[in-house]
């Protein structure tokens, strides 16, 4: 069984940074792929960035590419995701998601019926 647990997020002006965190609790090895997504009222959840744990290949969506970084720290059981160059429409709950692969993480990494263990979410917001 995995648990995840987003400690805080938190509030910027655009043109910052904050830095999300994701504790995970129970086996996680390279068979898993770990996730942010996030959701804006009264839009879709959508995938923000993704990486494969242990192996540490990274995706991102188009939206964050260049801006948000997502990194892991085994030891620590911690994913983070790096946000710099905050803009007001990244204003949104941050959801931390894992799933187990067999195959890798690229395939899917944003598909959120995919992911079968999430956290409970972290409001960030940004104003201009």
């Known amino acids: 069984q995995v648990q995840l647990v987003e400690p805080g997020g938190g509030s910027a002006q655009a043109g910052g940074s904050l830095r999300l965190s994701c504790g995970i609790s129970?086996?996680?090895?390279?068979?898993?792929?770990i996730a942010w997504f996030r959701q804006a009222p009264g839009k879709e959840r959508e995938g923000v960035a993704g990486?494969?744990?242990?192996?540490?290949?990274?995706y991102y969506g188009t939206s964050v590419k260049g801006r948000f970084t997502i990194y892991e720290d085994n030891y620590k059981k911690m994913v983070y995701l790096q946000m710099n160059i905050l803009q007001p429409e990244d204003t949104a709950m941050y959801y931390c998601?894992?799933?187990?692969?067999?195959?890798?993480?690229?395939?899917?990494?944003?598909?959120?019926?995919?992911?079968?263990?999430w956290g409970q979410g972290t409001q960030v917001t940004v104003s201009s």
């Open positions: 998601a894992a799933r187990k692969t067999s195959g890798g993480c690229f395939s899917a990494w944003a598909s959120r019926d995919e992911y079968n263990y």
């Open positions: 129970g086996d996680i090895d390279r068979g898993y792929c």
């Open positions: 990486i494969w744990s242990g192996v540490r290949n990274q």
